[in-house]
Nanobody, 128 residues
Framework: QVQLVESGGGLVQAGDSLRLSCAAS????????MGWFRQAPGKEREFVAA????????YYADSVKGRFTISRHNAKNTVYLQMNSLKPEDTAVYYC?????????????????????WGQGTQVTVSS
């Protein structure tokens, strides 16, 4: 079992920055990949970014590439999503997720079905 708790969401203006955090517990954090997804009202959940267990491999959705950065601190059991130059279309609930099926692999998935555990989500609202 893995428990994930997101924090750091809020209401900001276009062009501002936010940093989301996700604290993990329950399994050895440093052995599995982590991801961030988001879901806007009336839309499907979509991939945002993912990072391998070591931090050596990461992948981003085209819509956030160059603006968002995913990172992890294994000693703190935490993964981060630094979001810069925020746009109104970034407004969504952001979810942290863990892939424990490929422990120790550098593979990072982009489908929600490749992830096993999810946090409760944190709301990010970007006003124009």
């Amino acid at each position: 079992q893995v428990q994930l708790v997101e924090s750091g969401g809020g209401l900001v203006q276009a062009g501002d920055s936010l940093r989301l955090s996700c604290a993990a517990s329950g399994r050895t954090f440093s052995t599995y990949a982590m991801g961030w997804f988001r879901q806007a009202p009336g839309k499907e959940r979509e991939f945002v970014a993912a990072i391998s267990w070591s931090g050596g491999n990461s992948y981003y959705a085209d819509s956030v590439k160059g603006r968002f950065t995913i990172s992890r601190h294994n000693a703190k059991n935490t993964v981060y999503l630094q979001m810069n130059s925020l746009k109104p279309e970034d407004t969504a609930v952001y979810y942290c997720t863990a892939d424990v099926r490929r422990m120790g692999s550098d593979y990072v998935g982009v489908s929600q079905y490749e992830y096993d555990y999810w946090g409760q989500g944190t709301q990010v609202t970007v006003s124009s």
